[in-house]
C-alpha cells in the first residue's frame, strides 16, 4: 500500500513537471508560441478569472471529466504566471509552492501543533488572529470596520463584495429597523438614477446606478436571496428562451422584426413553462 502511494506520488510530480516543461517552452524565446511571449502577468489577469469560474461552473455541473479539465487550465494559469516571474527574477514556482505550504501550516496549529480547537469557528477565528500577525495588522476583534470592508471591495467580485460590506456594516448597527426602511432607499436611489440619467453627466450616472444597484442587493440581503444565484438563473433562463426561439424560427431572429420577436419570446416562454 505504501509503494503503492509513494509511486503514485512520483507520478503526480512527473506529471507535474511536464507541464512545467511544456510551459517554459512555450515562453521560450527559440521556438516557443507568438502568443505566449507576448502575455504579461496583467494581461492573464482575465484568463485567471474567467478559468476559475469554469472550475466552479463543472463543480456545479458533477461532470468529473469537465472538472478535472477545467481544474488544468486553472493550474495552467498558475504556472504561467511562476514561469513569467521567474523569468523576471521576481519568484518562481517553487517559492509559491513552499509559501503557501508554509502558510497552511502556520495557520493549523491544531493540525501541525499542540493547540486544541472545539469548533470550526474557533478555527476561523485562528486562521483570523494569526493572519492579523503575519500581516502586521491589529488582530480582528481590533481592526476598525473600514479596514475589513476596504479589503472585500478590494479583493471580492463586485456582487459578493457588496453582501460582505453590508453584512459587516449591520452587524455593528450600521442597518435599517425594518424592510420598509430598504425599500424606502430603493426607491429613493432609483429616483436619483432617472434623475441623473436624465441631466447628469456619465460619470454620475454611473456613480448613481452603483447607489441604485447597491440599495438591490440590502433587499436581497433583507430577504436571504443571493444575488449571485439570482442573476445566474436569469442568465441560463434567458439564453434557454433564446434556443427555442431560434428552435421555433424559420430564419435568423435578425430577420424578424421586433413584434414578431416578441411573439417568439412568448411562446418559447410558454413552451419552457410546459415542460417543466
Not at 493572519?131 to 476583534?141: D, L, R
Request: charged share 25%; glycine share 4%; aromatic share 6%.
Amino acid at each position: 500500500m505504501e509503494m503503492n502511494k509513494t509511486q503514485k506520488n512520483a507520478e503526480t510530480l512527473a506529471a507535474l513537471q511536464e507541464l512545467i516543461d511544456v510551459v517554459a517552452k512555450l515562453r521560450s524565446p527559440d521556438g516557443g508560441c507568438p502568443w505566449d511571449l507576448a502575455q504579461t502577468p496583467q494581461t492573464l489577469t482575465p484568463y485567471v478569472i474567467e478559468e476559475a469560474y469554469e472550475v466552479v461552473d463543472a463543480i456545479n455541473s458533477g461532470d468529473r471529466d469537465a472538472i478535472a479539465e477545467e481544474l488544468g487550465d486553472l493550474l495552467l494559469q498558475v504556472i504561467l504566471q511562476a514561469q513569467i516571474a521567474s523569468e523576471d527574477r521576481q519568484f518562481s514556482l517553487k517559492e509559491v509552492a513552499q509559501g503557501i505550504s508554509q502558510k497552511l501550516i502556520r495557520r493549523h496549529p491544531h493540525v501541525f501543533g499542540d493547540v486544541s480547537v472545539q469548533s470550526v469557528d474557533e478555527v476561523r477565528q485562528n486562521w483570523e488572529q494569526i493572519k492579523a500577525v503575519e500581516k502586521g495588522e491589529p488582530s480582528p476583534e481590533n481592526q476598525k470596520l473600514s479596514h475589513k470592508l476596504s479589503d472585500y471591495a478590494r479583493k471580492l467580485p463586485p456582487l459578493m463584495a457588496t453582501m460582505k460590506i453590508s453584512q459587516k456594516a449591520a452587524a455593528v448597527g450600521f442597518e435599517w429597523e425594518n424592510i420598509d426602511g430598504v425599500w424606502d432607499k430603493f426607491h429613493e436611489e432609483l429616483r436619483e438614477f432617472q434623475q441623473a440619467l436624465a441631466h447628469e453627466t456619465p460619470q454620475r450616472q454611473q456613480a448613481e446606478l452603483g447607489d441604485l444597484m447597491f440599495s438591490l442587493l440590502q433587499l436581497a440581503r433583507w430577504n436571504n436571496l443571493d444575488p449571485e444565484a439570482a442573476l445566474l438563473g436569469t442568465n441560463q433562463r434567458f439564453i434557454q428562451r433564446l434556443q427555442k426561439m431560434e428552435a421555433f424560427a424559420e430564419r435568423p431572429l435578425s430577420d424578424y422584426t421586433l413584434e414578431e420577436l416578441e411573439t417568439l419570446w412568448r411562446q418559447a416562454k410558454a413552451r419552457l413553462a410546459q415542460e417543466q
